[in-house]
Every structure is written in C-alpha cells, then in structure tokens.
C-alpha cells in the first residue's frame, strides 16, 4: 500500500527554516519522483518542488528558487524540503506528492498519490 507521510511542519518567523520530511512506504523513491506542493488559504494548490531519480533533476517554484532545496534519502526513502528565509506568504499546508517515474514528465506532472499535509505558518 503506497502510503506518504509528511512532517516537519510548525510556526516559524520571518526568515527561519524548516525542513519538512515526506515519508514513503509501499514503494521505491528509485521509480517513482516526488513532488511538494502548497495550498494557502484562499488560493489554490501550488507546486513549489519537485525531484525525479530518475531524470536526475530537481524543480522550483520561481518564489522559492534559493531558498528551498529538495532532497532525497533513498536509504530512509524519504524526500525532504528544506526552507530557508522563510516568509509569510511561504504559509500554507505542505503536501507531497508521488507518481511513477515513466508517468513523470517534469514541472506540472500529474500525480497519484498525497500525503495528508503539515502546516506551515510564518509569522511577520
């Protein structure tokens, strides 16, 4: 059963960090890419990263572009974002995303599987 876990979420203020982990199991991150994405209050789901083993390249949202990073721990399978300088409009709940990596064609992928998301909230 495919199944995503993400943490790592909380209150933070302006300019802090926090690295949000997104647990997998019931799959491999060796074939299937990952994808975190944003829904703040009154507008709709964006993608901020995402990262594919198997193309070997990692995507950013403009806003976030140099200060977050998107990483992965094949031996936690586990994708992490880093975020740094983090700014209010950074607030919204964190989903990642999972889709097998034949069906993955970069920014704007669709997916097929979510994670139930975590909270971030940046206070000014």
């Known amino acids: 059963q495919v199944r995503l876990v993400e943490s790592g979420g909380g209150l933070v203020q302006t300019g802090g960090s926090l690295r949000l982990s997104c647990a997998a199991s019931g799959f491999s991150l060796d074939y299937y890419a990952i994808g975190w994405f944003r829904r703040a209050p009154g507008r709709e789901r964006e993608e901020v990263s995402c990262?594919?083993?198997?193309?070997?390249?990692?995507y950013y949202l403009d806003s976030v572009k140099g200060r977050f990073t998107i990483s992965t721990d094949n031996a936690k399978n586990t994708v992490y974002l880093q975020m740094n300088s983090l700014k209010p409009e950074d607030t919204a709940v964190y989903y990642c995303?999972?889709?097998?990596?034949?069906?993955?064609?970069?920014?704007?992928?669709?997916?097929?599987?979510w994670g139930q998301g975590t909270q971030v909230t940046v206070s000014s």
């Open positions: 990262i594919s083993k198997s193309d070997g390249n990692t």
């Open positions: 995303a999972a889709v097998y990596f034949q069906r993955f064609d970069g920014w704007g992928s669709h997916y097929d599987y």
